[in-house]
C-alpha cells in the first residue's frame, strides 16, 4: 500500500490483501500472508486496532476512521490524528527512551501506524479493575511525565526546534476541540451528548451545573488548557492509554497531542487513579477491596513524588533551553535563585493539575465518553453511589486547588468521602 492511494478503511478480511507487501510488517510477521491471523480489538472511542500475527511474529496494525467510532459518522474527525499520534510517538520514545511501543510503519495516507504489539500487556484500566496491584506503574509513569513534559518544553529545547514544533501540532485542531468541549465545558450543562447515571445522580448533577465557583474554575482551566502552550503534552493520558505488565508500563494513543500545560496530563492520569479508587466498592463481589483502595492513594503519592524528584533533577541537570537560563543562575553563583524558580514552578503545576483532575473526574461520569471503571458496576445504585463521592471529590480539589498544600491532604480528603455511607 502507498500513501497515495485514496484513503481506505482497513477491514479483518482485507487487511491481508492490503497489506501484504508491506515490508515493515512482513519482516516482523512473516510474508506468507496465508498464514496471517488478523482480529480487529479496537475497543477506544476513536480508531480501528489490528492486532495481526503471522507465522514469525505479530503486529499491530492502529487506522484512524475519517469519524468519531464512538458516535458515527454523524461526527466526523480528520484521519490527521494519526500523523500526530506518529510524530509524538516518536518525541516521546526520544525523551522518554522505551516508554512507547516501537514504530515500525507509518502511512500518513492511510492513516495507520504498525507497531510493536505488547504482551502479554493489558490495558492499566483493566488491570485496575480486576484489582491488581502492579508494582512499578507509579514510577514509570511518573518518569515518562517528566521526562516528556520537561523535555518538550522551551525548559530544555532549542526554542527554534520547540517553536516549530509548537507550529506543526497546533493543526491538531480537532482534537484540541474535543478536549476543550468534552472536558470543560459540557460537563457544566445540559450538553446534547452528556449522560449519567439517571435518576440517582439527577440532583447532584443539577447542584454542580448551578454550582458557579465550579463553572468559572472550569473556564479557568480550559483558559490554561488552550493558552499555555508550555510543552508537547500526551494529551490524553489516562489508564486506558496505558499497558501493563507486572514489571513493564508502556504509553499509547497519543493522538490528542499538542503544545499545552505540563499540568495537564498529570492532572489527568491521577484522576484517572482517584476514579479507580472511588469505584472499588463497586468491584467487591468477589472480596473486600480495603488494600486495593490503600494501593491506588500510595500510587498517587508515588507518581507525584517521582514525577516532582525527576523534573527536578531535569532542571538541574537539563536546564538548556532559553527559560531560567543557568546563565543568570548557576553561573552567576546563585544555584539557590534556581531553587527557588523550580520552587515556583512546581507550586504552580501542583495548583494546576488538581484543577484538571477535578475536571476530568467530571467529565467522565457526566460527558459523553465515560470511563470502564464506573461503567462496568452493573449495580446502578451502587454505580451511583460510587460516581456521587467521586463528582463531590473532583468539585472540591477543582475549586479549592489554591488551599491545598500536599498529596496527603487530597488523599485524606478521598478516604473520607469513600466512608460517608450515602450520597
Ligand atoms: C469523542 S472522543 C472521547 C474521548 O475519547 C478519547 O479517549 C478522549 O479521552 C476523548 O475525550
Ligand atoms: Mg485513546
Redesign the pocket.
Known amino acids: 500500500m502507498t500513501g497515495k492511494l485514496p484513503f481506505e478503511a482497513l477491514s479483518v478480511e482485507t487487511l491481508a490483501a492490503r497489506l501484504g507487501a508491506n515490508e515493515a510488517l512482513c519482516s516482523r510477521i512473516g510474508k506468507d500472508t496465508s498464514r496471517w491471523k488478523v482480529r480487529e480489538v479496537g475497543d477506544?472511542?476513536?480508531n480501528l486496532v489490528f492486532i495481526v500475527e503471522g507465522a514469525t511474529g505479530t503486529a499491530i496494525v492502529k487506522q484512524a476512521l475519517p469519524y468519531?467510532r464512538?458516535?458515527g459518522d454523524s461526527?466526523p474527525l480528520p484521519l490527521k490524528r494519526s500523523f500526530f499520534e506518529y510524530h509524538a510517538l516518536i518525541r516521546q520514545e526520544a525523551r522518554a527512551p522505551g516508554s512507547v511501543p516501537a514504530i515500525y510503519h507509518f502511512d500518513e495516507g492511510q492513516a495507520l501506524i504498525i507497531m510493536e504489539y505488547l504482551s502479554p500487556h493489558i490495558i492499566l484500566r483493566r488491570a485496575l479493575i480486576e484489582g491488581r496491584q502492579l508494582p512499578n506503574i507509579a514510577k514509570d509513569i511518573g518518569l515518562f511525565m517528566a521526562r516528556t513534559l520537561f523535555r518538550g518544553s522551551d525548559l530544555h529545547m532549542a526554542t527554534k526546534d520547540r517553536k516549530a514544533d509548537l507550529a506543526l501540532f497546533a493543526d491538531n485542531v480537532e482534537l484540541c476541540d474535543?478536549?476543550e468541549n468534552?472536558?470543560f465545558s459540557d460537563p457544566y450543562f445540559d450538553a446534547k451528548m452528556n449522560r449519567h447515571t439517571s435518576p440517582q445522580l439527577d440532583r447532584t448533577v443539577a447542584e454542580l451545573r448551578a454550582d458557579r465557583d465550579l463553572k468559572v474554575e472550569a473556564q479557568r482551566l480550559k483558559h490554561i488548557f488552550a493558552a499555555n502552550a508550555e510543552t508537547l503534552l500526551h494529551g490524553?493520558l489516562?489508564s486506558?492509554?496505558i499497558m501493563v505488565t507486572d514489571s513493564e508500563t508502556r504509553m499509547i494513543?497519543p493522538e490528542?497531542a499538542f503544545y499545552g500545560p505540563i499540568a495537564f496530563d498529570v492532572g489527568m492520569l491521577l484522576a484517572n487513579f482517584w476514579m479507580a479508587f472511588f469505584s472499588q466498592r463497586g468491584h467487591e463481589q468477589n472480596g473486600m477491596r480495603d488494600a486495593m483502595r490503600a494501593y491506588l492513594l500510595d500510587v498517587t503519592v508515588e507518581t507525584w513524588s517521582v514525577f516532582r524528584t525527576e523534573f527536578s533533577h531535569l532542571w538541574r541537570t537539563e536546564r538548556t533551553g532559553m527559560l531560567y537560563q543557568k546563565s543568570l543562575f548557576e553561573d552567576q553563583g546563585d544555584r539557590l535563585g534556581a531553587e527557588q524558580a523550580l520552587d515556583h514552578m512546581l507550586h504552580s503545576i501542583w495548583t494546576d493539575m488538581l484543577g484538571f483532575a477535578g475536571v476530568e473526574v467530571h467529565?467522565r461520569i457526566l460527558g459523553?465518553?465515560h470511563n470502564a471503571d464506573f461503567e462496568t458496576i452493573a449495580d446502578e445504585d451502587l454505580r451511583a453511589t460510587c460516581e456521587a463521592k467521586a463528582l463531590k471529590f473532583g468539585r472540591h480539589i477543582a475549586v479549592n486547588r489554591r488551599q491545598i498544600h500536599s498529596i496527603d491532604e487530597v488523599n485524606t480528603l478521598a478516604a473520607l468521602i469513600e466512608r460517608e455511607s450515602s450520597i
Open positions: 477506544g472511542n476513536l468519531v464512538l458516535v461526527w474535543i478536549t468534552l472536558v490524553d489516562h486506558g492509554s494513543d490528542f467529565r459523553l465518553a
